[in-house]
């Protein structure tokens, strides 16, 4: 399971290398510039490190590389995405110019910078994560359903576009891989946990919406009251568990002796682990591909 809830992105030539530890060489992300120059970055190493079942986790707040990663495996259909409706949609590359090099004698003062969209980027089939993002395979409500915060709420931004696809081949590990999302997306829709989460969700937005107060401070004083009790009912929430249990690896563990701090956090880190609805279903679902995957070898030895 890799999870890239809340993940802002990073090193592009990082995304490529974690890509290429779960694909055979190929095509993961293609970059245009402003002048119509089109590039496609590629893993060029043929090893695979992980060729078992994978997920993964996103959320609204999934961007830049994260979401070059997330698609590059939803394209080449070697994951299946479990979160929000789309993940962030930043599909631009920016570089800042030093005005100051350009204006070295200038008895203006410091001229600040520029920060110039100069790039965007392309999934493998040639859509663009600009705006649209990725959208997940298994629609699931968090706390950001009903907040306005993707870039597409954004001023003016960039429009989503594509180009032409790269050329590679899908994944042909799984062979139940339709029937594992429809599986999926039951177990989400009857998930009484989930249902409180969208509950939750819509009474946040609502709040941070409401722009009308009463002046009355009696009137005042019982809608607070009301709103306090009211939001108990969520307090539910944090009280979920799950029948997961998590350990540190090793290398880790030995760490522990000498970094109590470390511990600390990895204790809390498993805690909320077990309380986490979303890797729940990550984990069910990596079940559920693994059985697939157990058939087509059997399916194979039989032919063979």
């Known amino acids: 399971v890799i999870d890239l809830r809340n993940n802002g992105g990073g090193s592009l030539a990082t995304v490529i290398d974690i890509a290429g530890l779960f694909i055979e060489e190929g095509p993961v992300v293609q970059v245009k510039s402003g002048t119509g120059e089109r590039e ?26 994260s979401e070059i990663l997330a698609a590059a495996m939803q394209d080449y259909k070697r994951a299946i995405i479990i979160g929000s409706k789309q993940t962030y949609g930043k599909g631009t590359v920016q570089n800042v110019i030093d005005l100051n090099r350009w204006m070295k004698n200038s008895d203006l003062g410091d001229m600040g910078a520029l920060k110039v969209t100069t790039q965007k980027f392309y999934r493998v089939n040639g859509g663009s994560t600009q705006l ?74 609502e709040q941070r919406n409401e722009d009308v107060y009463p002046l ?24 979920y568990k799950t029948d997961l249990s998590f350990v540190s690896l090793p290398y880790e563990q030995e760490m522990f002796k000498q970094d109590t701090t470390l511990q600390e956090k990895r204790t809390r880190w498993h805690e909320n682990l077990s309380k986490d609805v979303y890797v729940e279903e990550a984990v069910n679902v990596l079940e559920d591909l693994s059985e697939g995957v157990e058939r ?3 399916l194979a030895n039989i032919k063979n």
């Open 132 to 205: 649209e993002g990725v959208k997940s395979d298994v629609v699931v409500p968090d706390r950001y359903s009903y907040i306005d915060i993707g870039e597409k709420d954004m001023e003016n931004p960039l429009p989503w576009d594509q180009i032409e696809p790269a050329d590679y081949e899908e994944w042909d590990g799984y062979i139940d891989f339709d029937k594992t999302l429809a599986k999926s997306k039951k177990r989400m829709a009857e998930s009484k946990q989930l249902q409180l989460i969208d509950e939750s969700a819509k009474w946040i937005s």
């Open 296 to 298: 087509k070898s059997k």
């Open 216 to 239: 009355n401070y009696t009137t005042y004083a019982q809608q607070i009251k009301e709103n306090e009790e009211l939001a108990k009912r969520f307090d539910s929430i944090t009280d």
């Open 40 to 65: 496609v970055l590629t893993d060029d190493d043929d090893d695979i490190l992980w060729d078992g079942p994978l997920v993964i986790l996103v959320n609204e707040l999934s961007a830049s590389a």
